[in-house]
Structure formats: structure tokens, C-alpha cells
């Protein structure tokens, strides 16, 4: 079977899949949240990603013995956001129906309350919204003014969500995103089931704008307009943060979310590597545990295994029994010697 290298269906995907399921139930670092997570897999290089609890450079070491990792790979310095994560939003949480015009730029968000994100209720948010009482209100909208000096420099931007339950994103009166939320979207419609729960109130889920999206930006002053959603009247909590940056060529993040790309790396082979900070502080890795296979060059020929399964869940107890289904099926099966993993992503709309 012919081997595409722009493909992930190769040994290296077949680790990736390993250390992000793993990282389920492994013991980190304490400064570090998620990950290290690997991506964008080929014969010569790899992306290493992970997220910390507070702003660090990032560094990288990488070996083909696990006792020696003796290249050492450096995060750019990350590039300061267009909006940052904490940022100071206009929020109106009367449970009042504002109709389109909220969304615009001429609209006059003065009255409205004001607060750093996150910014919610029934979690630990910065800035405590109104909830309706026992009787929750559907609807809560958000604001926030950003300046851009010269738009035209800005060819990529990466749009980070944290919502709970469901929100629809407008960039100068035209919608940009939408999660959990179905049409036709109403003042008083509930977001989609089920409620968000558990470590997915605090994901920032990213998505890339695409280049009619960032056509919207202007010079000057410009508005995000967020609309978040309750998923029931009954429901005890929603939660709010947005983050929009524009991503490293080289790597880098925003100081939590880290990413390090690696290149110049050997076809066919197997590489250790430990993520930490650029004062030479481990965080995680260094171990057997921690590898990843680079890809077979493109052209060659290997029997290969294919297992594919759809999304397994987030970070509970059905994502784990998947991952102890699939270890257990790679012991078992040692030919052919190469196990590729497909894995399914569903969004439903």
C-alpha cells in the first residue's frame, strides 16, 4: 500500500493517538493543563502542543533515546492578540430581547455593564452576570471594542471560544461563528442538548476565520458582538471568555496554549520528547512514554492496519474505555508492523 506523507494515517498518528487519549488519566506537572498533544505529522517534522496555567515561553528537547534528548527546539516569542483572553466586555443581562441592532457597529452599548471575561454565573467567573433567578434568561449578550491599525497586514486569525451553553460570534454586525446553536435562532431559543458540563466549560474551542471573515475588519475601532445562549430556563450556569489571534508560522502561542513545530527530522523514525520552559523548568515527558514515529517517506510501500473510530468523548470514562479497547487490540495484533488510527470528528448542524 502506497503511503502519502501529508497523510496521518501512518505511525506517527497511530502515537498521537496514544499520548491524547493517555492524557486522560496521566499525572502532569501542575502547571500543566492539557496535553502535550502532537499534530500535523510528517516524514521530516511534527507539531508538540500543550497548555499551562500561567504564561511561560516554551522549549521543547527531542532525541531518538529517551536518556538523551539533545535537541533543543525554542517557542517563538508569541505575538501579543488582537483580543486577549480576560478582556473587558459590555455585557446586557436584563433578560431583554435586543433584536439585530446590538450587533452593529453604530450601536450604542454605553448603558450596558461592563467586566473582564470570563464573565458568567454558577462557576468561577471574574464577572458575576445576571441570571434571571430561579428562572434562568436564555439569552445574555456580550460587546467588546478592538483596535486595528492596518487590517491589511492580517492574512490568518484563529478565533478561540470558551461558551456555555451555546454562542453566536459577530464581527462588525456579520456572524463569524456559531456553536450549539441551531437555526431558526430566536431571542428565547434554548442552545442545542445537551448542557455543557465538566472540563468543557473551561475549553476554548479555536476555529480559523476564514479570509472573507477577516475581509470585515477595518482600520480603527471593531466590534464583537457574542450572544451566549442557556440550554434550559433550569440550567445553573453559563460561562463566557473569547480570545482572537493570529497564528506563528514558526510556532507559538499566547503564552498558555503552546506550540512548537519541529522539522528536520529523519523518515521512519522514533523520537522522545519533554515540553517545558525556556528556564530549562520539565513539565512534561522525558520518558519512554512520550514518543512519537515520524512517517515513512512518501513512495514507500508497508502493510498497514487501519482501526477507525468515531469521537469518543471528553476526557470521561467512555473516551478511556476507548483508548484500553484500542492498547489492548494493539497488543495483541503484532502484523502487520504498521497500526494506523483514523479517527472521526462529528459537528452537527
Given at each position: 500500500?502506497?503511503?502519502?506523507?501529508?497523510?496521518?494515517?501512518?505511525?506517527?498518528?497511530?502515537?498521537?493517538?496514544?499520548?491524547?487519549?493517555?492524557?486522560?488519566?496521566?499525572?502532569?506537572?501542575?502547571?500543566?493543563?492539557?496535553?502535550?498533544?502532537?499534530?500535523?505529522?510528517?516524514?521530516?517534522?511534527?507539531?508538540?502542543?500543550?497548555?499551562?496555567?500561567?504564561?511561560?515561553?516554551?522549549?521543547?528537547?527531542?532525541?531518538?533515546?529517551?536518556?538523551?534528548?539533545?535537541?533543543?527546539?525554542?517557542?517563538?516569542?508569541?505575538?501579543?492578540?488582537?483580543?486577549?483572553?480576560?478582556?473587558?466586555?459590555?455585557?446586557?443581562?436584563?433578560?431583554?430581547?435586543?433584536?439585530?441592532?446590538?450587533?452593529?457597529?453604530?450601536?450604542?452599548?454605553?448603558?450596558?455593564?461592563?467586566?473582564?471575561?470570563?464573565?458568567?454565573?454558577?462557576?468561577?467567573?471574574?464577572?458575576?452576570?445576571?441570571?434571571?433567578?430561579?428562572?434562568?434568561?436564555?439569552?445574555?449578550?456580550?460587546?467588546?471594542?478592538?483596535?486595528?491599525?492596518?487590517?491589511?497586514?492580517?492574512?490568518?486569525?484563529?478565533?478561540?471560544?470558551?461558551?456555555?451553553?451555546?454562542?453566536?460570534?459577530?464581527?462588525?454586525?456579520?456572524?463569524?461563528?456559531?456553536?450549539?446553536?441551531?437555526?431558526?435562532?430566536?431571542?428565547?431559543?434554548?442552545?442545542?442538548?445537551?448542557?455543557?458540563g465538566g472540563a468543557e466549560e473551561s475549553i476554548f474551542y479555536v476555529t480559523s476565520l476564514s479570509s472573507s471573515q477577516i475581509a470585515l475588519l477595518v482600520p480603527g475601532n471593531n466590534i464583537l458582538a457574542v450572544e451566549i445562549h442557556q440550554q434550559a430556563t433550569t440550567s445553573s450556569d453559563i460561562s463566557f471568555d473569547l480570545e482572537l489571534y493570529e497564528p506563528q508560522q514558526g510556532g507559538g502561542g499566547n503564552g498558555l496554549d503552546h506550540l512548537?513545530?519541529?522539522?528536520?527530522?529523519?523518515?521512519?523514525?522514533?523520537?522522545?520528547?519533554?515540553?517545558?520552559?525556556?528556564?530549562?523548568?520539565?513539565?512534561?515527558?522525558?520518558?519512554?512514554?512520550?514518543?512519537?514515529?515520524?512517517?515513512?517517506?512518501?513512495?514507500?510501500?508497508?502493510?498497514?492496519?487501519?482501526?477507525?473510530?468515531?469521537?469518543?468523548?471528553?476526557?470521561?470514562?467512555?473516551?478511556?474505555?476507548?483508548?484500553?479497547?484500542?492498547?489492548?487490540?494493539?497488543?495483541?495484533?503484532?502484523?502487520?508492523?504498521?497500526?494506523?488510527?483514523?479517527?472521526?470528528?462529528?459537528?452537527?448542524?
Amino acid at each position: 500500500m502506497k503511503l502519502l506523507s501529508s497523510l496521518l494515517l501512518t505511525r506517527m498518528v497511530l502515537n498521537l493517538a496514544i499520548c491524547a487519549l493517555c492524557c486522560i488519566s496521566a499525572a502532569m506537572a501542575q502547571t500543566v493543563l492539557r496535553g502535550p498533544y502532537l499534530q500535523n505529522g510528517t516524514p521530516q517534522g511534527v507539531s508538540i502542543l500543550w497548555r499551562t496555567d500561567s504564561v511561560t515561553n516554551g522549549r521543547v528537547w527531542i532525541g531518538t533515546d529517551p536518556a538523551n534528548l539533545n535537541q533543543v527546539i525554542d517557542e517563538p516569542t508569541p505575538v501579543p492578540a488582537v483580543v486577549e483572553r480576560g478582556s473587558v466586555w459590555r455585557f446586557k443581562d436584563d433578560g431583554s430581547d435586543q433584536g439585530s441592532a446590538w450587533r452593529g457597529v453604530a450601536f450604542d452599548d454605553g448603558s450596558w455593564a461592563s467586566g473582564p471575561a470570563e464573565l458568567g454565573y454558577g462557576d468561577t467567573q471574574t464577572t458575576l452576570v445576571n441570571s434571571g433567578g430561579s428562572t434562568k434568561f436564555i439569552t445574555t449578550y456580550f460587546r467588546h471594542t478592538f483596535n486595528v491599525a492596518d487590517p491589511s497586514t492580517i492574512s490568518e486569525l484563529n478565533l478561540g471560544l470558551q461558551r456555555d451553553d451555546g454562542a453566536i460570534v459577530y464581527l462588525n454586525g456579520t456572524e463569524i461563528r456559531r456553536d450549539r446553536m441551531t437555526d431558526p435562532v430566536t431571542f428565547s431559543k434554548p442552545a442545542d442538548s445537551p448542557a455543557v458540563g465538566g472540563a468543557e466549560e473551561s475549553i476554548f474551542y479555536v476555529t480559523s476565520l476564514s479570509s472573507s471573515q477577516i475581509a470585515l475588519l477595518v482600520p480603527g475601532n471593531n466590534i464583537l458582538a457574542v450572544e451566549i445562549h442557556q440550554q434550559a430556563t433550569t440550567s445553573s450556569d453559563i460561562s463566557f471568555d473569547l480570545e482572537l489571534y493570529e497564528p506563528q508560522q514558526g510556532g507559538g502561542g499566547n503564552g498558555l496554549d503552546h506550540l512548537v513545530r519541529i522539522s528536520g527530522l529523519q523518515a521512519d523514525t522514533t523520537y522522545y520528547y519533554q515540553v517545558g520552559t525556556d528556564t530549562n523548568v520539565i513539565l512534561a515527558g522525558g520518558d519512554a512514554n512520550h514518543f512519537f514515529k515520524t512517517s515513512p517517506e512518501e513512495g514507500s510501500t508497508e502493510p498497514v492496519r487501519v482501526w477507525v473510530l468515531g469521537d469518543s468523548g471528553t476526557a470521561d470514562n467512555n473516551a478511556r474505555l476507548v483508548r484500553d479497547a484500542y492498547l489492548g487490540t494493539r497488543k495483541e495484533i503484532n502484523t502487520p508492523k504498521v497500526v494506523a488510527l483514523l479517527v472521526l470528528f462529528f459537528k452537527l448542524s
